[in-house]
């Protein structure tokens, strides 16, 4: 069974910097692209950031480049997202997926909230 | 940058009611969209992938077609569990990213 645990998450100043990970287990990691797609409370979907299976190929959302930054250890199965110079606009769950065929996202953790306040 | 519109934002319907949701792109999108449903406090479920194909293990009471800039999700007999909110997708432009659709949320009449 696919599984997909995000950890990480709480709450952090504006300015402040926060390290997001994802374990995934019950498939060969190495073998998938990953996402990160984040929520903001009572809002929709926002695709976050992609990262190629190898970790060669990494694109990220306008609102979110140049201050975050994804990574995989597969040797660990883990993705991370390394967030830097938060803001208010950031508050969100943010969900780690798995890609699938047609540049789909069928797997999905469970959502680790972050809350950027002072 | 390709931006995607859903109808409607919401809509009450009754179990066993059919229920059809729109989805369009601001540009040709070929086949690649994907709808999701989001139950609150879950993560997003892949209901259909490249418009019209069926995601494993979803009810056959689920279709989706459409190609190019209009696309449709439908429920033939809404079910109890089938209350939520829906969500298209577009990869046409991946990379460098997916976009999504602002959601229509089908609530109880």
């Known amino acids: 069974e696919v599984q997909l645990v995000e950890s990480g998450g709480g709450l952090v100043q504006p300015g402040g910097s926060l390290r997001l990970s994802c374990a995934a287990s019950?498939?060969?990691?190495?073998?998938?692209?990953m996402n990160w797609v984040r929520q903001a409370p009572g809002k929709g979907l926002e695709w976050v950031s992609y990262i190629s299976s190898s970790g060669s190929t990494i694109y990220y959302a306008d609102s979110v480049k140049g201050r975050f930054t994804i990574s995989r250890d597969n040797a660990k199965n883990s993705l991370y997202l390394q967030m830097n110079s938060l803001r208010a606009e950031d508050t969100a769950v943010y969900y780690c997926?798995?890609?699938?065929?047609?540049?789909?996202?069928?797997?999905w953790g469970q959502g680790t909230l972050v809350t950027v306040s002072s | 940058d390709i931006q995607m519109t859903q109808s409607p934002s919401s809509v009450s319907a009754s179990v066993g009611d059919r229920v059809t949701i729109t989805c369009r792109a601001s540009q040709g999108i070929s086949s690649w969209l994907a709808w999701y449903q989001q139950k609150p406090g879950k993560a997003p479920k892949l209901l259909i992938y490249a418009a019209s194909s069926l995601q494993s293990g979803v009810p056959s009471r689920f279709s989706g077609s459409g190609s190019g800039t209009d696309f449709t999700l439908t429920i033939s007999s809404l079910q109890p569990e089938d209350f939520a909110t829906y969500y298209c997708q577009q990869a046409n432009s991946f990379p460098p990213g997916f976009t999504f659709g602002p959601g229509t949320k089908v609530d109880i009449k």
């Open positions: 019950g498939f060969t990691f190495s073998s998938y692209e």
């Open positions: 997926a798995r890609g699938g065929v047609a540049a789909t996202l069928p797997y």
